[in-house]
């Protein structure tokens, strides 16, 4: 009898999100697929966030269990797995992803089922206003736009530029709209404005289209896996002029084999530079370097933070209640994470400063920090 009732008892508690002696969070993450480093990136960071709470402690006396699945770099996937995380795994928050159209994806299921997610990395502004469960570390677009554009006119000091955007991509289309609003604005003209598809691989005639027109910069809103080649081919038929982009540039791949010569001298903006000096990003590349012996970008530092984050707020809730640990994020106010000052805004959103960096030999140099 006592043991039937314990069953019982046990298959209810066994409902409650969160019960246990283990707080579950997941993680949804392209960890295969065309942008893996973005997602191999990403858990690295936040599994450091995971190690180090737990091995502080937990949080309120529980140890964190994260839950990562792949979703192979695909809104669909996304959708799929940001569901069994939720619906089979009884996760109590999400943490993902970094593309914004992915992002997009899952946000939806985490509001509908008021779960709180946080992405690391994904600029979109349209990922957080799906609902009042999304929040993000990083900046938005329009911000990022603003950045690129008072780079190109005061640094690059270019007034022409053309335009080369992802039109599969809802982050490369929404920065590419911004961007042209902005530049605009600021007295610059943008001189032709071409489309491709991630995973295309003949980029020849939208670059001949371009170069006719004789910019004196190629603006490229678009993500590392094709920023290479485009680069190659750009300078095959004889654009000499820098390219420029944006975050979605940032992966130790980009500079890959015939890139870095095409890329030399070519500029992206982005949330971190490892050769800051600040001694919370000299420590979290040392911690990193140690465990995974790799050097983190942009995604490693944000995926942490986005843990970081959500840590903080399930103890200050006191709690891990979906509904309290979402209240409490909204209150985050200077916390001090590896990738600066993080304070959440009214629309769910970390407003921090930008860098711009060049490409020298391959590498990514520190150029410039843009506040917001
Ligand atoms: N900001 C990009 C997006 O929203 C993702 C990204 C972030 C890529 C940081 C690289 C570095 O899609």
Known sequence: ??????????????????????????????????????????????????????????????????????????????????????????????????????????????????????????????????????????????????????????????????????????????????????????????????????????????????????????FIPGYYTDVGLIAIQAREIGITVPLFGGDGWESEKLTEGKAKDALEGCYFSTHVSTENPDPAIQNFIKKYKEKYNAMPDAMSFLAYDAGLILFDAMKRAGSTEPEKVKNELAKTKDFMGVTGKISINEQRNAVKPAVILEIKGGQFKYKETVQP
């Open 1 to 218: 009898m006592l043991a039937l009732t314990a069953v019982i008892f046990l298959s209810f508690t066994g409902c409650n999100k969160g019960g246990g002696n283990e707080i579950l969070i997941g993680e949804f993450a392209s960890l295969t697929g065309p942008n893996a480093t973005f997602g191999i990136s990403s858990t690295n960071g936040l599994k450091l966030a995971v190690e180090e709470m737990n091995n502080n402690g937990g949080i309120n006396g529980k140890q964190i269990k994260l839950i990562t699945y792949d979703n192979q770099g695909k809104p669909s996937e996304s959708q799929t797995v940001v569901q069994r995380l939720i619906k089979n795994d009884n996760v109590v928050a999400v943490i993902g992803e970094v593309a914004s159209s992915n992002s997009k994806a899952g946000a939806p299921i985490c509001q509908q089922n008021k779960i709180p997610m946080v992405t690391p990395a994904s600029t979109n502004p349209e990922v957080t206003a799906i609902g009042d469960y999304i929040f993000r570390v990083c900046f938005i677009d329009p911000f990022q736009a603003t950045v690129l554009t008072k780079f190109a006119i005061n640094s690059l000091k270019v007034k022409r530029v053309a335009v080369l955007k992802d039109v599969k991509n809802a982050y490369s289309t929404g920065l590419a709209d911004f961007f042209e609003k902005e530049f605009k604005a600021a007295g610059g003209e943008i001189i032709e404005v071409q489309s491709y598809s991630a995973g295309d691989k003949d980029f020849k005639a939208q670059l001949t289209a371009i170069k006719s027109k004789n910019p004196e910069a190629i």
